[in-house]
DNA sequence: AATGAATGAGAGTTCATTCAT
DNA sequence: TATGAATGAACTCTCATTCAT
């Protein structure tokens, strides 16, 4: 059931990002304690999503008080929100390095769906709060998605320019491969992880590779 | 918010598919009260997602009295099933036609998207519910997308055995075309509609095209 | 858990004990109708106690409808109090002979109580309900209990004034008698017939015989 | 309809016998609230029996609020459990000096019926609950009476020990004594308190001291 | 800052009873 | 007479949030 425990620093709440999701601790003592309900909300919605998870279920995980949470957040729409913003970037900051890496447009693409599929065997609740989000907060779950096919729309378009791809590269390839990275990330990496993460990234980007290519046709 | 009358087809309760979802009801106005709740139902599922959907939400809108839903459904849970299950089939109704029409392996993956896209602009709480039964009801969610691939799979196949596509196609490709097709859904069926169905389809078909073609490399 | 039948004529409703409970049927055949719903509402109430019984249990195990148990009775109470009515007078039918033949008058208790615990051997519901109608319909029980102690009451005078017994037996020692013979009903008759019934009540009879003889102090 | 106080130290959830029944409160403040809703539930039980005593008739008579009960109880069964238990142990408690008192094996008895009628008059409600557990929580019902018996039997074979009975005293004497208590306390405690319970209990054990002595056959 | 008791709106569900056929 | 659909009041239980300490 992959690690039960995010790193602090995956739902850490830094600075501009918590502004207005949770509420900024004054001490260290507190920061701490905002910390230990940011990881155990992560669990317990993880594990039981966003309706059946309940605030006591949360402090309970976090050994804190129950009354203690309002002193961090807001609601529970709040933490949830929270989280969501958070993992969101996790997921980008564990995916860049492997892109920016790449040696070519599509090569990222491929680093890309690898690491993420790395990332989603590793953090399963993570997937599941995204997903959720949808229909808990559907603002963030749009911003996400928006931003994550902004980007990949930016890299073909770079990609393009740089006369690897095809000149028509736009938008709605940028969503096409977003999408197919979610669904191999929730068959391969969620499901049933029975092939490795990296022939499945490559197997997709050798058919990106010849559907994008600028030569054929 | 698009279609807000589901077509009594869409969620009839058929013979076996309902067994053990709803109750059979043994006479006509039953029958009549049964498609009522259900298409109720559906729009209250669509609008106000699982779980602040309430029984007598859909009882009001169905114009029968609270305790009649029991009659016909154990459960929030048992009628969210049951739509599920209907909704599953009839966006496999919907588009087969233009599946079986098509020239070629690919044209009937173009006629798929484009078939799709169509329905979900229709049917926007269709999209929302089988979405929100990954949360609801994992198995329906499951059952939903892996036969939905494994048939996405067996078109593959057959068209390489007929040589026109690479005879490398499998599970992977087939889960990566459904991804892309259930994003682009999203984003130019549900989201926004600023893109002709048809040209969504004709862009993603084209990559798919060249990308699973048996001839280069 | 002994005979989950119980036989027509238990809960034969006749002529005027009936009267105010159910309704009198005007045909042959609603007089088997009437009949099959007490049959099965003895089943249903000795099962699962009164308030876990439903109509709709009782007329299914009739097999007939819902609606035709309103043809025959009031509600729910009615039937129960019908039940505990005719139950009643048949644990006392029952015993009535045993004691008839009795040669005195503890004799005749001993039989009493042999016969009693013979018969909640067979009619573990029978037990079941007449206690519940303490709960449900309490006039009933008190009408039950009031008329039980008087005939032993009776009984006792009786074999007083035939010299057999004391001249003080009175109420108290007739609800004593019937006390004790309700709770050597509960536990050597319906909890666990470990004993002969025989035994159980030679054994209470040798103490009532020495307690209310005439002859010591 | 008798006192509708309960003394407090009846209900007192004291350690061990309450696990699991009530949730334990952590400060004064629960613990007053705790007992305020136990003792609101011996009236709201003794007056409507179990089933048609509602969780916010008990709230309302303790003057909190409906949620509250939960913080206390896990369910309507599982308060009724506790004030079983712990009426159960108060008849013991109450009845018992009078027994220890007493002259000898007989005279015990009827001290403790003595005690028995007089804690029913006052106690009305008690009565009820702990007949009605025969329904609700069977298994409470079969504990108190089983272990009522079960003492009964140690005194009478104690008495036999000691010369005073005669040595055949056994399990069904003691269950035909407490079923005599029971409906005495029935007859003489709850419906009408026409006679002084002392003479009853004088007169029962009168009958028990010819039918229990060693002397005669 | 931290605790945990208190609140009460709100939901799902049951089922005796009535009604239309 | 028989059927079974329809009704809706009533109930138990949950839990996010507030409050007092």
Redesign the pocket.
């Known amino acids: 059931m992959a690690a039960r425990r995010v790193p602090a620093a995956t739902v850490a709440i830094d600075g501009q990002a918590a502004a207005g999701e949770g509420k900024a601790?004054?001490?260290e003592?507190?920061r701490r304690?905002q910390q230990a309900i940011l990881d155990a909300a992560a669990q317990e919605f993880g594990e039981r999503g966003f309706h059946?998870?309940?605030?006591?279920?949360i402090t309970r995980r976090a050994g804190?008080?129950?009354?203690?949470?309002?002193?961090?957040f807001?609601?529970?729409?709040a933490v949830f929100r929270a989280l969501v913003t958070h993992m969101s970037s996790q997921v980008r900051d564990h995916v860049a390095p492997g892109i920016r890496a790449a040696k070519d447009g599509i090569d990222g693409e491929r680093a890309g769906l690898a690491g993420f599929l790395g990332f989603v065997r590793d953090h399963k609740e993570i997937y599941r709060i995204i997903d959720e989000s949808e229909f808990v907060d559907p603002d963030s779950f749009r911003r996400h998605y928006a931003t994550t096919a902004e980007r990949i729309r930016q890299r073909l378009t770079a990609a393009a320019e740089r006369g690897e791809l095809r000149a028509d590269v736009g938008e709605v390839h940028a969503w096409a491969i977003m999408g197919m990275n979610v669904f191999l990330g929730l068959r391969y990496g969620v499901w049933d992880a029975d092939l490795p993460a990296d022939d499945v990234a490559a197997t997709a980007a050798a058919m990106l590779r010849r559907g994008l290519a600028v030569q054929p046709d």
């Open positions: 601790p004054r001490t003592r507190g304690t059946d998870a309940s605030i006591s279920g804190v008080a129950l009354g203690s949470f309002y002193t961090y807001d609601s529970k729409d």
